[in-house]
């Protein structure tokens, strides 16, 4: 996995701007943001991390991971749906993500264009896909395209730690959020991971 080429340049510009991010950028020395490089595995860590904690996602992904011989379309179209439930999968879920293999298997993501395409327009072709909404598809912009400047204001994560950092712990509302994100232009993506690093220490990886 290898880490942006942008994000030494993001964090000291960051960390010139904030002094939040400073001080959890002067604690993260080392980690940054890394994508896995498979496109289908970082949707489908994605769906099965939709609305549960972190912790609880990764026991379910290791569950997964381990009752499947690999994590390929084909493989996860075919594979027994009940024997998917038995680790943990919600029936919606193995829904969504044999849905997901099927967008693959027909070729109707069309994957080569991605680089190409803005991160609107990569949002509005993902969320045609059974079961990804916006924060899905903004999880895979951050984790597998590594686009630097996405604000998933949707993420249960990120309201915390924002309300946390700059609101003495009360709820903000997503204008709020949006307001106190323009200082992060253009890396809130980046400004993201490290709210993430303040509340836990070792990063997400999708």
């Given at each position: 996995m290898?880490?942006?080429?942008?994000?030494?340049q993001a964090t000291r510009e960051l960390s010139e701007r904030d002094a939040v991010i400073r001080r959890i950028a002067g604690k993260s020395l080392g980690l940054t943001l890394r994508s896995r490089g498979d496109a289908f595995s970082t949707l489908a860590r994605s769906i099965v991390g939709q609305q549960i904690s972190?912790?609880?996602?990764?026991?379910?992904?290791r569950k997964f991971a381990?009752?499947?011989?690999?994590?390929?379309?084909?493989?996860?179209?075919a594979h027994d749906g009940e024997a998917l439930r038995a680790c943990g999968l919600s029936r919606s879920k193995v829904l969504y993500l044999q849905d997901l293999a099927r967008h693959f298997i027909e070729?109707?993501?069309?994957?080569?264009?991605w680089k190409r395409m803005s991160d609107d327009?990569?949002?509005?072709?993902?969320?045609?896909?059974?079961?990804?909404g916006r924060w899905t598809a903004e999880m895979f912009l951050i984790f597998y395209m590594t686009?630097?400047?996405?604000?998933?204001?949707?993420?249960?994560?990120?309201?915390?730690?924002?309300?946390?950092?700059?609101?003495?712990?009360?709820?903000?509302?997503?204008?709020?959020?949006?307001?106190?994100?323009?200082?992060?232009?253009p890396w809130r993506?980046?400004?993201?991971?490290?709210?993430?690093?303040?509340l836990d220490p070792v990063p997400v990886e999708y």
């Open positions: 290898t880490a942006p080429g942008y994000w030494q972190v912790k609880a996602a990764e026991s379910v992904w381990a009752a499947v011989p690999e994590i390929r379309p084909e493989v996860i179209h070729g109707r993501l069309e994957v080569g264009r327009e990569l949002i509005a072709e993902l969320t045609q896909v059974r079961g990804i686009r630097p400047d996405v604000l998933p204001v949707d993420d249960i994560g990120l309201q915390r730690a924002m309300s946390l950092h700059y609101n003495r712990g009360k709820p903000l509302t997503k204008l709020k959020m949006n307001s106190i994100a323009k200082r992060w232009l993506s980046v400004a993201t991971w490290y709210m993430w690093r303040s």
